[in-house]
């Protein structure tokens, strides 16, 4: 057995923290709009091109308070989609991801959605009306 005064030393001398989590990113008062699996053109710059900017949003210190997804663009929020891990680090960052409900059923695709939250166009007027700037890609 130890005696008192070690233990005591050895108490003073170990660091303790209370670690709380929190999100690293810093959320904008703006919503980024997609509406299509791409920006510009349809072809394999334009899809590079989305890709690169969710990947560097992801990585981004200052992030938006929406991400919405409608038309084709809710074909990045489903099953097989290369961008889950990059989208579903922006909701870990806080940002709120709005897939359109309506495009998904259009598109046969409801059941398919692994990340971000099935909205109607009531909850996307709602998101657009909180926000002091809407960026459409």
Request: hydrophobic share 45%; with cysteine; proline share 2%.
């Amino acid at each position: 057995m130890r005696p008192e005064s070690i233990e005591q030393n050895f108490f003073e001398e170990t660091y303790y923290e209370k670690r709380v989590w929190i999100a690293s990113a810093r959320l904008t008062n703006a919503l980024m709009m997609f509406s299509k699996p791409f920006i510009g053109e349809d072809d394999e710059m334009g899809r590079n091109a989305l890709n690169d900017i969710l990947v560097t949003l992801s990585e981004s210190e200052i992030v938006p308070k929406y991400i919405v997804f409608w038309n084709n663009a809710v074909k990045l929020c489903v099953e097989d989609s290369k961008l889950l891990s990059t989208i579903n680090r922006l909701e870990k960052y806080g940002v709120r991801v709005l897939v359109a409900g309506h495009a998904l059923d259009k598109l046969n695709l409801k059941s398919s959605l692994r990340v971000g939250k099935l909205a109607n166009h009531f909850d996307l007027i709602d998101a657009i009306n909180q926000v002091q700037k809407v960026i459409n890609f």
